[in-house]
């Protein structure tokens, strides 16, 4: 390694997709899958982290239907489902406002069209975990949605299987 390098002025290597602080973190602690697989986890794991903590809390509903959902996606065991989640969380706290979108637009460029959709569907799923979506998450899923590329009809035809826990739409 030349001084330049050490004192990272050298030449700088291209970034990877998936290669913002908190899609490494994750994906690190994931050693046993291929690199690609883990940074599509972390990033997958750090979007729903990211609905839950739309509204400055996670709950323990909220926790139990991101790990369920990771621990299924990956085919984890439930200690790294666990792990993956409390970085997640964690990173959503800490970098949530810096790293939302980035983190977001990496996930789209690493899911086909199909994984965009389940993301989509998981969103609503882990923001109705205790069983209302308030209109913070549910501007939040929008927001997602938009930066996953979806155009509001599609957005709206996913709403719509979650129309019952809709903040919004409940009775007073």
């Given at each position: 390694m030349s001084l330049l390098q050490f004192l990272g002025l050298g030449a700088r290597r291209?970034?990877?997709v998936?290669?913002?602080a908190t899609v490494r973190r994750i994906a690190s602690e994931l050693e046993r899958l291929d690199p690609a697989t883990a940074r599509y986890l972390a990033a997958f794991a750090?979007?729903?982290a990211r609905v839950a903590h739309s509204d400055l809390q996670i709950d323990?509903?909220?926790?139990e239907e991101i790990q369920r959902r990771v621990e299924a996606l990956a085919e984890l065991s439930s200690a790294e489902a666990a792990l993956v989640v409390e970085i997640a969380k964690s990173q959503a706290r800490l970098l949530g406002g810096t790293e939302n979108f980035i983190v977001t637009r990496e996930f789209r460029q690493l899911a086909t069209p199909e994984q965009r959709v389940a993301l989509l569907h998981c969103l609503f799923a882990v923001?109705?975990?205790d069983d209302t979506i308030s209109t913070?998450?549910?501007?939040e899923i929008a927001a997602i949605a938009d930066e996953l590329g979806f155009t509001r009809p599609?957005?709206?035809a996913v709403r719509a299987d979650y129309r019952d826990k809709l903040a919004e739409l409940k009775p007073r």
């Open positions: 291209p970034r990877e998936g290669d913002t750090f979007v729903l323990a509903a909220e926790t923001a109705a975990a913070t998450e549910s501007a599609e957005l709206n």
